[in-house]
């Protein structure tokens, strides 16, 4: 997980839109606060494998029967990174942060300096987080939080890095994870209270949930979206609809549920255990699914990218990719299973090539964590992680059936 400045392209930085000119807009027990997408772009990069490698540490983590205690997940994934400008200290010093729903701990430091002020209080703990690619370590503070003006967190705990590795170009993370990934991250501490946390303690949101809207990497309006304390029923084209969190682990300390997936009406994969996560790129089904998409396509795999490689023709063929969780049916239109053709050179890949975006999980059904609905997934159809009910929630969205790729 590196960040290397000078690899942002800076065609894709996003501005927040006018109609918008906060960042955050409280709604009834929510607030919504707007970030910024922008490429990751490290040249040729072997994506299935890196989302394979995700997994695996992944499932390592989840065999300790614990939401990975010492080991986070970035919110980042191979292609777009989330930022949002947020404030530390009274008065406020403004950091850029990474959003990250794959880790808990808030912290900063790992390149502009923390600059105490008369919030500021030294706890006397300490406090480290591995990310598997990344890492940080150095002394908690408390300190009020500024989101957007009007919105402000007190005594809020936070990591001051005095080491860091992975973290160029960003300060740290802004962590709105379950608060069990703070575990044994502090000292003294069991767990400490999230950003999450604190918004419902102090009674700024009315329950501990966390909406998320993406917008696919290629379309022209990448602004996306965390609305605190529920949804933002603006971006939404149908009711959201939940699921409760799995008991199969190892998904199950995961944001993990149950389904099942077909394509073109064919099942491939049989309802099963599985997550949904920000921090994978892709959609990974189980070895086994995958080797009948791959003959259902046609797709060749390509060695550079990890990815299957189709033909115009084989495009204008392909079917739906369809995901039954619960009642209700999501579907991943052709469009929505290839890669963004214009960003094909930014992964290694040819120009005007086109590749598929599902990917081998690398092991048959029945590993208890036989799927990960990744960004290409969610980029699609907006989600909620509810704490406080255990449960995940889908919708759609207006970019559900675009055609930007």
């Given at each position: ?7 942002f ?68 994934n191979a ?16 950091y ?37 690619s ?13 989101l ?38 502090v ?93 994978t ?7 086994n ?19 299957l ?79 406080t ?17």
């Open positions: 997980m590196v960040f290397p400045s000078k690899a392209l800076s065609i894709f930085f996003v501005v927040l839109s006018s109609a918008d000119a906060s960042p955050l807009r409280p709604v009834a027990g929510k607030a919504t606060l707007s970030f910024a997408a922008r490429l990751n772009v490290r040249g040729a990069v072997n994506i299935a494998a890196a989302d394979r490698a995700r997994v695996q540490a992944m499932k390592q983590a989840g065999s300790m029967g614990k939401r990975a205690a010492k080991s986070s997940f970035s919110v980042t292609i777009v990174v989330y930022t949002a400008q947020v404030g530390v200290g009274s008065p406020a010093t403004e850029t942060l990474l959003i990250d729903t794959g880790s808990s701990n808030t912290w900063l430091g790992a390149n502009a300096s923390y600059s105490p002020t008369s919030t500021s209080v030294d706890t006397g703990s300490t406090v480290a987080v591995s990310y598997g990344g890492s940080f370590s150095g002394e908690e503070y408390t300190d009020t939080v500024h957007s003006t009007g919105l402000v967190i007190s005594e809020q705990s936070i990591g001051v890095a005095s080491s860091s590795q992975g973290f160029e170009g960003v300060d740290g993370i802004l962590g709105v994870g379950p608060t069990d990934l703070t575990e044994n991250t000292s003294n501490f069991d767990v400490v209270p999230t950003v999450t946390d604190n918004l419902y303690s102090q009674g700024v949101i009315g329950t501990r949930a966390l909406g998320i809207y993406f917008v696919p990497a290629a379309a022209p309006d990448s602004i996306g979206e965390l609305t605190f304390g529920g949804h933002d029923s603006l971006k939404i084209t149908s009711p959201v609809t939940y699921v409760p969190l799995t008991t199969t682990l190892p998904a199950s300390n995961y944001w993990g549920i149950d389904q099942s997936i077909s394509y073109g009406g064919s099942t491939i994969l049989s309802e099963t255990a599985g997550i949904v996560d920000t921090g790129t892709l959609v990974l089904i189980a070895s699914a995958f080797s009948t998409y791959q003959t259902a396509t046609g797709g060749v795999l390509d060695e550079t990218t990890g990815l490689k189709i033909t115009s023709s084989q495009y204008a063929k392909l079917q739906n990719l369809t995901f039954k969780i619960g009642d209700r049916a999501y579907d991943l239109t052709p469009n929505a299973q290839i890669w963004p053709r214009t960003l094909n050179t930014n992964l290694g890949g040819i120009s005007g090539v086109i590749y598929l975006i599902v990917a081998d999980i690398g092991s048959n059904s029945g590993s208890g964590l036989d799927f990960i609905n990744g960004y290409a997934f969610l980029q699609r159809h907006y989600s909620v992680f509810d704490t009910n255990s449960q995940v929630g889908f919708a759609t969205t207006i970019h559900t059936d675009d055609r930007s790729n």
